[in-house]
T-cell receptor, first 111, second 116 residues
Framework: QKEVEQNSGPLSVPEGAIASLNCTYSDRGSQSFFWYRQYSGKSPELIMSIYSNGDKEDGRFTAQLNKASQYVSLLIRDSQPSDSATYLCVMTSGGYNKLIFGAGTRLAVHP | EAGVAQSPRYKIIEKRQSVAFWCNPISGHATLYWYQQILGQGPKLLIQFQNNGVVDDSQLPKDRFSAERLKGVDSTLKIQPAKLEDSAVYLC??????????????FGPGTRLTVT
């Protein structure tokens, strides 16, 4: 059973701090990884994708991938209360772009 | 560009009743997905269509769930008969046909099903 493991949280950080979200995955063959954000009562939305080892930056977000350790992380710099949401770590599996979701980490940014 | 449309947004039924959900993907998107998201969990893929063919239904409880995508456009997901554990949000997503690994999936607003 291919899995993605995340700490459910909540992860509480003060406004302006760096939030660090982590996950591990079981499928060594997975090539693509994503972070989706899901606000309460809403559907998931893609915020970052990463395909190769190393860091990828997009605005206040940095995704990090280490395939040898089967580890993915998301850093959110200058955290804002509007970043409070559940962050879903996702990997692809198989040849048809099937997504395997983690259970999500709830992030709470307090003023 | 219009997003993924789903209806109804909410549905309450009694156990053993049947229910159907509808999804219209983004125009031109060949791949359509149905997910089940139970409270506190990540979405779980139920079935994936590419055009009007099924490419993955390994986690679809086929004794009670069925889905179709006639003409390769919109899709319906049916549950018959429903059980209490089917209470969840049913999400539809679509993506363009693309053989590059990891193309973005766009999600609809979901249908919240409560089985009493």
């Amino acid at each position: 059973q291919k899995e993605v493991e995340q700490n459910s949280g909540p992860l509480s950080v003060p406004e302006g701090a760096i939030a660090s979200l982590n996950c591990t995955y079981s499928d060594r063959g997975s090539q693509s990884f994503f972070w989706y954000r899901q606000y309460s009562g809403k559907s998931p939305e893609l915020i970052m994708s990463i395909y190769s080892n190393g860091d990828k930056e997009d605005g206040r977000f940095t995704a990090q991938l280490n395939k040898a350790s089967q580890y993915v992380s998301l850093l959110i710099r200058d955290s804002q209360p509007s970043d409070s949401a559940t962050y879903l770590c996702v990997m692809t599996s198989g040849g048809y772009n099937k997504l395997i979701f983690g259970a999500g980490t709830r992030l709470a940014v307090h003023p | 560009e219009a997003g993924v449309a789903q209806s109804p947004r909410y549905k309450i039924i009694e156990k053993r009743q049947s229910v159907a959900f509808w999804c219209n993907p983004i125009s031109g998107h060949a791949t359509l997905y149905w997910y089940q998201q139970i409270l506190g969990q990540g979405p779980k893929l139920l079935i994936q269509f590419q055009n009007n063919g099924v490419v993955d239904d390994s986690q679809l409880p086929k004794d009670r769930f069925s889905a179709e995508r006639l003409k390769g456009v919109d899709s319906t997901l049916k549950i018959q008969p429903a059980k209490l554990e089917d209470s969840a949000v049913y999400l539809c997503a679509s993506s363009p046909i693309n053989y590059r690994v990891g193309y973005e999936q766009y999600f609809g607003p979901g249908t919240r099903l409560t089985v009493t």
